[in-house]
């Protein structure tokens, strides 16, 4: 399996909802991240994991809470969001603790619309 | 921390015609290049990369080169065809800082 997947492909939410993204791997990565990607920009890196622990928070926002239960699971956690928060959310992996020069394989994102 | 800037971003082709995207980098401890091509809807897909050790990689139509010296590389597509047409971003290492992004249209 060389895939990264990521349900739901779409969700809308109210700002005072509680959902989770959920991403998984079975490819033995050890290196898993969140980037959040507006239209016609670039992804912007939001959380690394590495080896099931947080490595890098690039300063986002309370309101979004990452959780890596094991080694091909990770989470986010979306709790009253506003609506510039609407974006592709996509989860990626690579195959060891982040290193220069590993490749990053990306899953298809989550499309969310906050209203 | 690394900045990559990426031009243009925007070029219109012929089918069949070559297609050139550049990207400049700031940190020189960077080691790592590799480009990835997005079609509308769809997720980020590796298409080559470039470690520092090589001035240039090719995979059939495709090409990168890499001047560590001017912190400079690029990518080369030749023979475009319309399936070509998407956004092109460079990245700089692992943590990825992304260029901008081209967005590359082939006309048929």
């Known amino acids: 399996d060389t895939e990264v997947t990521q349900t739901p492909k779409h969700l809308v939410m109210g700002m005072t909802n509680k959902k989770s993204l959920k991403c998984e791997q079975h490819?033995?990565?050890?290196?898993m991240y969140w980037y959040k990607q507006k239209a016609k920009k670039p992804p912007e890196l939001m959380f690394v994991?590495?080896?099931?622990?947080?490595?890098i928070n690039e300063s986002v926002p309370s309101r979004f809470s990452p959780e890596c239960p094991n080694s091909s699971l990770l989470n986010l956690h979306l709790h009253a969001l506003q609506p510039e928060d609407s974006a592709l959310y996509l989860c990626?992996?690579?195959?060891?603790?982040?290193?220069?020069?590993?490749?990053?394989?990306f899953g298809p994102g989550t499309r969310l619309t906050v209203l | 921390g690394e900045n990559v800037e990426q031009h243009p971003s925007t070029l219109s082709v012929q089918e069949g015609d070559s297609a050139v995207i550049k990207c400049t980098y700031s940190?020189?401890?960077?080691?790592?290049f590799p480009w990835y091509k997005q079609e509308l809807g769809k997720r980020p897909q590796l298409i080559i990369d470039?470690?520092?050790?090589?001035g240039e990689k090719k995979d059939q139509r495709i090409a990168v080169t890499l001047n560590k010296t001017a912190k400079h590389f690029s990518l080369h597509i030749t023979e475009t065809q319309p399936e070509d047409s998407a956004v092109y971003f460079c990245?700089?290492?692992?943590?990825?800082?992304f260029g901008g992004g081209t967005r590359l249209m082939v006309k048929p």
């Open positions: 990626a992996s690579s195959q060891d603790q982040p290193a220069p020069t590993d490749t990053q394989y």
């Open positions: 490819m033995g990565h050890r290196a």
């Open positions: 994991y590495s080896y099931e622990k947080l490595s």
């Open positions: 940190d020189s401890a960077s080691n790592y």
């Open positions: 470039i470690r520092s050790n090589v």
């Open positions: 990245a700089a290492d692992n943590m990825l800082t």
